[in-house]
């Protein structure tokens, strides 16, 4: 295991591309220890989180949704916090409330559990609209409001949320305002026989996640993000993923919105230094497209998904 050294708060923490890739590997083979299998995903969901991004993971139940988000969370030494979303769950269930303190005859506020670096909503489509919107403001602004006074949550902040895909008459369908807020929607699938069985050896006794321990900081993360930010995207790149979404608005009933052409762009910054590089290239819009797009998309016909579309759009779009 990586020894790692925290960073004084208030410290400047600066790493560059090489130092990145390299916190990213320590990062992937920690995880790797707890999910057999799935390294995309795992790609996935470091890269929404380098490029500032909230993840919808949609699958079956059982398949290491909720293990990957709390290995990932605790690989960088984050605070994790979990919500099982479930029918009669409050907003301030989510968000916290103001408390009357009888003994000082005051309001205080008591933090819900989305004051974490790392949320996981699971199953969220469990929950009525209204309570899947107490996750609304945090996601897109850093921030709740409670009885008009505004709390800021932990920094760096994403959420990670699962679906239940199989009980769809207990469920509610997530709003497309709720929907173009995630990065990106991701399915895991079954693992193959041979992971299936190296699972079942690894989860033997204890499990896995139990002996996590983190390889980077909290401090690394934040630093990441901020040499994502810097990534350097040429203007053809622009041009190219502006093409993309434009493909999809006149081919679709609804198309990628600009929200969406702005997240594609940050995953695509994230997939760079993932790979060690300080700049977008058509491979990383290429790779990222297909489960950034499709989940905005609403192709209008049966005869066509949105992750068709999204690739007919990859397939009719050149690279210029």
């Known amino acids: 295991m990586t020894d790692i050294e925290s960073t004084p708060t208030g410290v400047q923490h600066e790493l560059d591309v090489d130092d990145v890739g390299e916190i990213a590997d320590n990062v992937l083979e920690n995880v790797e220890r707890v999910i057999v299998g799935h ?16 993840v919808l993971l949609e699958d079956v139940p059982g398949v290491g949704k909720t293990m990957l988000s709390r290995a990932i969370a605790e690989s960088f030494d984050c605070s994790f916090k979990r919500v099982q979303f479930t029918p009669d769950l409050l907003p301030s269930d989510v968000t916290g409330a103001n408390v009357y303190n009888q003994r000082d005859q005051t309001f205080e506020f008591r933090e819900g559990p989305i004051f974490a670096n790392v949320v996981l909503g699971d199953e969220i489509n469990r929950a009525p609209p209204k309570t899947q ?17 505004t709390h800021a949550v932990p920094d760096p902040f994403a959420v990670i949320a699962t679906q239940n895909t199989v009980e769809r008459d207990r469920t509610y369908d997530l709003p497309m305002a709720e929907l173009d807020r995630f990065m990106k929607k991701l399915e ?3 693992p193959t026989a041979d992971e ?62 600009p929200r969406a052409s702005l997240l594609l762009l940050r995953a695509a910054q994230g997939r760079a230094v993932l790979h060690g590089r300080e700049y977008v290239v058509p491979d990383d819009i290429q790779t990222e497209a297909p489960v950034v797009l499709p989940h905005r998309v609403r192709s209008g016909t049966t005869e066509r998904s949105s992750a068709e579309l999204v690739a007919d759009a990859i397939e009719a779009i050149p690279v210029e």
């Open 39 to 54: 390294r995309d995903a795992i790609e996935h969901i470091l890269t929404a989180l380098f490029g500032r991004g909230h």
């Open 133 to 149: 919107s107490a996750l609304l403001e945090a996601m897109e602004e850093g921030q709740v409001t409670i009885d008009g006074e």
């Open 188 to 190: 895991l699938g079954y």
């Open 196 to 257: 299936e069985s190296s699972m079942l050896e690894n989860v033997v006794g204890t499990h896995p996640i139990e002996t996590v321990e983190p390889v980077a900081t909290l401090a690394d993360l934040e630093a990441i993000r901020t040499v994502t930010a810097g990534v350097t995207v040429e203007d053809p790149i622009r041009t190219y993923v502006t093409r993309l979404a434009r493909y999809t608005r006149n081919h679709a009933e609804l198309g990628a919105s």
